[in-house]
């Protein structure tokens, strides 16, 4: 992991199944975005040649979050890696065996000092307590992403994906190393979208994120190029 891979920065979700509309928001927000995520939907629509292309010209976060037996995590990582994204994620709930699988392909499938950084997703925020207890979770969700948060280190990962109000809890229990990621983030006075239990860039940098995901609110707004400005300029204030 680069020390680049810690500064506050911004990171712009281009959900679309158009090749075209992603390289045109990704254009515009060259400059104040320091990566791009890129996810199941677009890769399942446009196939993997269009991320091909992004890849190679800008640093991709690629949102798959995998979750298989180890031997088929591990075989998926090494068929991605060469499109050399910048991070990855994975399910944290997929195990301890599955997670070094995973890290332990990355450290063979990518040059020294490429791998990307590995970040695991604890719970998913659709996820209430009435869904946890359902699927076997019955003390809810801060105990979960706790516990998840540190086996996904213990078990080689680089990082966490988490909502803005889980920031606090992990940098309590995991210290300052992982890289944390943070969706979920709106400016202040933005639409809410489906998003509900939502934080600014700066209250999210201030609660300690290393990144923040931000999507509609750039990539619907008028102006996509001066929304990512606009947003980087309050992560550097
Ligand atoms: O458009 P918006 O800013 O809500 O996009 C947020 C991005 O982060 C989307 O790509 C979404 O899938 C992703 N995400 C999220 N909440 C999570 C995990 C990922 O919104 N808990």
């Given amino acids: 992991m680069t020390d680049a891979a810690r500064h506050t920065g911004l990171i712009v979700a281009l959900d679309t199944q158009s090749p075209e509309q992603a390289r045109q928001w990704a254009t515009a927000v060259d400059g104040a975005a320091g990566m791009v995520k890129l996810g199941m939907e677009f890769a399942y629509a446009a196939g993997f ?35 050399r ?19 332990k392909a990355c450290d ?54 988490c909502s803005a109000h889980e920031l606090s809890l992990l940098r309590d229990a995991l210290g300052g190393s992982p890289v944390l990621v943070t969706p979920g983030i709106r400016p202040a006075g933005a639409q809410m979208g489906d998003q509900k239990r939502v934080m600014t860039p700066a209250q999210a940098r201030m609660a300690g994120a290393d990144w923040i995901v931000v999507g509609r609110p750039i990539t619907q707004a008028a102006n996509p190029a ?4 606009a947003i980087a300029a309050e992560l550097a204030g």
Avoid: C, Y
Wanted: no cysteine; aromatic share 2%; proline share 5%.
């Fill in 49 to 83: 040649g269009p991320v091909a292309a992004i890849a190679a010209e800008r640093e991709v976060f690629l949102d798959l979050k995998l979750h298989d037996i180890p031997n088929t995590v591990a075989s998926a990582i090494k068929a991605l890696s060469g499109l």
């Fill in 108 to 161: 063979e499938a990518f040059p020294a000092g490429e791998r990307p950084v590995l970040l695991a997703v604890t719970v998913l925020t659709s996820m209430d307590e009435q869904g946890l207890a359902a699927i076997g979770v019955p003390d809810g969700t801060a105990a979960q992403v706790g516990r998840l948060g540190r086996l996904a280190v213990r078990s080689g990962m680089d990082g966490l994906v």
């Fill in 226 to 229: 001066a929304a990512a400005a």
């Fill in 85 to 103: 994204p910048r991070m990855l994620t994975l399910h944290a709930s997929g195990g301890q065996a599955m997670m070094e699988a995973a890290r």
